[in-house]
């Protein structure tokens, strides 16, 4: 098949002439726009043949419709015609150049490069289908107290009403449904990914396997990364999708005929991958010829993936959807087939290793790091991570400085992507504490989410470090470069932004504390000892600390401080310094402390929950314990018998207390050494009500006896074994005694990391401690 050349017709001169005045061109300056000689564009314009690919080229930049400008030609018309063919035969060169292109296109997207993984991949191994959602967060109206309502410490960020109450669409529908999409996303969120199994699946002969699979099968995939694009165009004025499509098709033994045939057919399947990696320079110019393309070639499916806050064009015509966080499933699914294909793990040991890796991903010390294993990128991370170990590190400080640094830079670095710099003097680490700065500012106002005023702490930050003649004139345009080149920033509604990680917000302002080392950020950080919200800023800087003991001795100072001068709050510790000292050897003191504080329901706690914290582990064995625990637990069944039968709740409730109740009596019994006292609980337990009776006869009993019983209980408990005061704390009281335990469990936890054994033996001493004890 030869190339013929195509004749402009008069009227369609005459429409080029219009267009070439209204778009301020000469001939010789469209010439240079398109990369070519003066002469076809002078035969054009004089209604001589021109190539095929010069006539198309020429009308695509004036922005005609090249069937229009031949339409009334008798030759053109001929030539349409062969250009056009009827189904059988259009459909016939599809199968032609698919086969022809198949092992380009795998070649192309049949692997994926992974961090730190010396090896290629195979994509079909590796893949997990992507969700996507068809409402842009970032577009919404929303205001931050709408944001702060979806907002909670236990989900993170992931509990955020764009995860919630959007229903997701598999992208594979998306892309079947409409013939033009803007494929959004975060960075590390899988877009390209997804690109490259579009075109292997488009590819791929499918037929042959079932109508089920069948995916554009008469579409060709032409995939074309937007970086590599304008980097192999050496001249700007000469970027131009078509001529790079011909040649592209070109080397595979694809004549410009039947390029130009698909094209005009309809055939294509345009994937145009990065649009956020091409330069700044010349990123007007590629959108310009992007629409220009597909204004021309319109009949075409296109997909073109971005950054979420790198698009701030609009591309007519084009439908725009985001890519979701990865769900519970799609990670449990990663995990496996990570294993197996990356760690090449066997497919009983890579279920093996999934089970474990999800099972430490859920515990609640790593309920931060779970928050990361949404993005593929970081999940890739953890995995690596986890790998080795079989656990995550203990100081997670360290992952997340792992995974900023891939965000930053090792990301693009390994793809060989370099982004244009919004201030030359702000390299890595000042962006990191730009960015800590912001952290910790933000934090100490309950700011997790904030708008523009954003710009006057970073004002404030880049004057005090950046030269003067060097200042960003807008400072909005350091927090896009943030949010679009480094991932790190979020816009979650209009004009309304985040860090992408509550994790990464809760560690940086950290960082920040821990890099300045300024008594004012110290006394800041001890200041909120009885937040629960600053709870993880205290362990991720008491385990970056080299030297954590002088802050330790601060917080434990600062948290006796909080219940110091209350005085019945303090009548209580003495009690709990008094029975404790009864019981158990003095190096396990404070555990025992916590324990009856948790047993008396002093704190918000279920007695169960003293079993499974880990600080308590081992104390069941004493049998002092033993037996408090349970006849504080038979107290607390009555007690919540009683509102069960008060409030009418179900009976489900009750008929569980009362059950709960007779098990822990009749254990409590059955281990008292002091015949007198196990009479006095024989008594006590023979008023009670069977279990099996009707439960409105329990329901009676306990209406009309339930209180004094309880009593009774209370003051034998009280005389045998100096538990079960009833010790009528108020609100405020109570809620100071439930931060108290709280800022005590949070020193507990600190100790965790290294800290001297003489601080920390004199830290243990003095938990839940009276405060005339400690300053004895």
Not at 34 to 56: D, H, M
Not at 402 to 428: H, P, T
Not at 637 to 651: G, M, T, V, W
Request: charged share 25%; with cysteine.
């Amino acid at each position: 098949m030869t190339s013929q050349g195509l004749r402009a017709s008069p009227e369609g001169i005459r429409a080029a002439k219009t267009a070439l005045t209204d778009k301020t061109l000469t001939q010789q300056k469209l010439a240079a726009a398109l990369g070519i000689t003066r002469q076809p564009v002078s035969k054009f314009f004089a209604g001589e043949p021109v190539s095929r690919s010069c006539f198309v080229q020429i009308c695509q930049q004036l922005g005609l419709s090249w069937q229009k400008v031949v339409s009334l030609s008798e030759q053109a018309s001929e030539v349409e015609a062969k250009l056009q063919p009827k189904g059988s035969d259009i459909d016939a060169l599809v199968e032609v150049v698919r086969q022809k292109r198949q092992d380009k296109i795998h070649d192309q997207c049949g692997t994926v490069q992974i961090l730190d993984v010396a090896q290629t991949i195979p994509l079909a191994e590796i893949y997990i289908p992507v969700n996507v959602l068809e409402e842009i967060p970032s577009q919404q109206w929303l205001e931050i107290s709408d944001l702060m309502a979806d907002f909670s410490f236990e989900f993170n960020f992931s509990g955020l009403g764009n995860n919630q109450h959007q229903t997701t669409l598999p992208a594979l529908e998306a892309v079947s449904r409409y013939s033009k999409l803007m494929l959004l996303g975060k960075p590390g969120s899988g877009k390209t990914t997804f690109l490259q199994y579009l075109a292997i699946e488009c590819s791929d002969d499918l037929r042959s396997v079932g109508d089920h699979r069948k995916f554009l099968a008469n579409q060709v995939p032409i995939f074309i990364r937007l970086r590599e694009f304008a980097e192999d165009t050496q001249n700007e004025n000469e970027l131009n999708l078509l001529k790079y499509i011909i040649q592209e098709y070109r080397y595979g033994e694809i004549e410009e005929a039947s390029t130009l045939t698909l094209l005009t057919g309809g055939k294509a399947l345009i994937l145009l991958d990065g649009l956020d990696e091409v330069p700044l320079a010349i990123f007007e110019k590629i959108i310009q010829e992007i629409r220009r393309f597909c204004h021309t070639f319109y009949q075409n499916k296109f997909v073109i993936t971005c950054r979420t806050a790198a698009y701030k064009y609009k591309l007519p015509g084009f439908n725009e959807v985001e890519v979701a966080d990865f769900q519970a499933q799609q990670i449990e699914l990663f995990v496996k087939k990570w294993f197996v294909v990356v760690a090449r793990q066997t497919t009983a040991e890579g279920k093996s290793f999934c089970n474990l890796f999800i099972q430490h991903l859920n515990l609640p010390e790593n309920q931060s790091i779970g928050e990361l294993a949404t993005t593929p990128l970081l999940l890739h991370l953890l995995c690596l991570v986890f790998r080795n170990k079989r656990q995550f590190p203990y100081r997670s400080a360290i992952l997340y400085e792992q995974a900023l640094n891939v965000l930053f830079a090792r990301w693009d670095e390994m793809r060989g992507i370099k982004r244009d710099n919004f201030s030359a003097d702000l390299n890595l680490i000042s962006k990191k504490q730009l960015l800590s700065y912001i952290a910790l500012n933000t934090l100490t106002k309950g700011d997790y989410f904030f708008t523009l005023p954003i710009q006057e702490l970073i004002s404030e930050y880049l004057s005090r470090t950046v030269n003067a003649t060097q200042l960003p004139q807008d400072i909005t345009s350091v927090i896009n470069a943030i949010a679009a080149q480094d991932g790190l920033f979020i816009e979650r509604a209009r004009s309304i932004y985040s860090f992408s990680h509550l994790a990464f917000h809760e560690y940086l302002a950290a960082k920040y504390i821990v890099d300045s080392y300024q008594n004012d950020s110290w006394q800041l950080l001890i200041s909120n000892i009885s937040e629960e919200r600053w709870h993880k800023i205290f362990l991720l800087t008491i385990s970056m600390l080299k030297n954590p003991d002088e802050l330790l001795l601060l917080m434990k100072q600062k948290v006796d401080q909080l219940i110091a001068t209350e005085e019945k709050i303090q009548s209580y510790l003495i009690w709990l310094y008094q029975k404790t000292s009864e019981v158990c050897d003095s190096h396990q003191l404070a555990k025992v402390r916590a324990f009856y504080i948790i047993c008396n329901d002093v704190v918000a706690h279920s007695p169960n929950y003293a079993l499974e914290w880990d600080f308590l582990a081992n104390l069941t064995f004493n049998p002092e314990i033993t037996l408090d625990q349970l006849l504080l637990t038979t107290l607390t069944c009555a007690i919540e018998l009683e509102i069960s039968f008060e409030q009418n709740l179900h009976d489900t409730h009750a008929f569980n207390h009362a059950h709960a109740l007779n098990i822990n009596f009749d254990e409590a019994i059955d281990i008292v050494k002091n015949d007198e006292f196990k009479e006095d609980l024989q008594k006590l337990r023979k008023k009670l009500p069977s279990t099996e009776s009707n439960i409105d006869n329990l329901r009676c009993w306990w209406l009309d006896n339930g209180k004094n019983w309880r009593n009774q209980l209370s003051n034998t408990l009280i005389k045998y074994r100096n538990i079960g005061h009833d010790w009528q704390f108020n609100e405020q009281e109570s809620k100071l005694i439930q931060k108290y335990f709280n800022a005590n469990k949070l020193i507990i936890d600190c100790l965790k990391y290294y800290v001297n054994k003489q601080i920390k033996q004199k830290v243990e001493r003095e938990l839940f401690m009276p405060i005339t004890q400690i300053r004895r």
